[in-house]
């Protein structure tokens, strides 16, 4: 066709006489070279779309009607690997139906956006937001992106714990003047009394009020330890001679009760650190470890160098947290001990707080381990 290449549509026809005989053949022809074009360019353009939402850093993926996926990118695929034929509710869910209430369906008959959360089987959290997508051959299509705010959540969670602590330390340093006054005035009264001569049949109960008065100022001092404007004395610390330091106290506190401590100290820069404040901290983790295993136990303490943060770890050999505690972890007044008073863990909070470093926590049915990560000296 005037020197140039054309692709044509043909179709012949046969052609019959009265008798039912083919005589001949009908045959016809069509130019289809520019809709041929037109179909590359739709899937060129189609391609070109795909290759931008291939390098997203978020999960999208595009569904038809019937659940099946059109496309998923690579940040899916990497997490949830290839569909292949299944179906999002068979891939997702394990399911041979499709899911109650499904938002994708219901962009499917309004045609309107929807927005909610997933927590996905990798115990991810996601924000997915679904939009009606028309693809490029009029196909009515659910394009879905999935935002993970695991980290986001974690890190509300992290704030929110640590402004029920700073209100409660701020509420105890105004509060613990006005206490601690009279308490003392009591206290050095009944000492006065317990030691007249008139008073010895009545010393042991002189002693268990002096007792008790010296429980309730010791609450009130870690009660002012969650306070976020405590002052710290940072200095250069080696945190393996703090370990060391307290290994004696730590290891006979375990031996009275049939357990053993364990050090796996690795080698460690020196952090900027408050002496006083990393001690407490490590006790407090220590102690709770102890508490949590049988008879028997290790507990293990390391330090090592993480993705350029120093971590010190606490490991118990005990039966775990379970899943519904973990989130209440650090929120003061919580406790499962039946003479605790919910103070140790927000403390230990507090002080990584006051030292720009963070707590995390790893738990199964084999013990739990508590990890503090402290960014290196600049």
Known sequence: ??????????????????????????????????????????????QRLYAVLNELPAMVILLARDYSFRFVNRFFQERYGNPERKTCYELMYHRQTPCENCPSSKVFQTQKPEEWTWNSPDERTYTIYDYPFIDVDGTLLVLEMGIDITERKKLEQEILRLDRL???????????????????TVRDF??????????????????????????????ISEFLSLAKNKVVHLQAQDLNEIVMSLYPLIKADALLTDKYIQLDLGKI????????????????????????????????????????????????????????LLEKLGTPFFTTKDTGTGLGLPICYSIAARHNAKITVDTDSTGTCFYVRFKQRV
């Open 1 to 46: 066709m005037n020197g140039k290449k054309a692709i044509l549509w043909t179709k012949a026809t046969p052609l019959y006489d009265s008798h039912g005989q083919i005589i001949g053949a009908i045959e016809s022809i069509r130019d289809i070279t520019e809709l041929r074009k037109a179909e590359q360019a739709l899937e060129a353009e189609r």
């Open 166 to 184: 700073n209100l409660i330390g701020e509420m105890a340093a105004g509060l613990a003047h006005e206490i601690r006054n009279p308490m003392t």
């Open 190 to 219: 009944l000492q006065m009394l317990s030691n007249k001569k008139s008073q010895a049949e009545y010393r042991p109960y002189y002693n268990l009020m002096i007792e008790e008065l010296d429980q309730a100022n010791k609450i």
């Open 269 to 324: 820069p020196v952090l900027n650190l408050d002496l006083k404040e990393i001690r407490q901290l490590i006790l407090n983790l220590v102690r709770n470890g102890l508490e949590a295993m049988s008879p028997g136990g290790v507990l293990t303490i390391s330090t090592f160098i993480d993705d350029e943060a120093v971590v010190l770890s606490v490991k118990d050999q005990g039966k775990g947290i379970e899943p519904e």
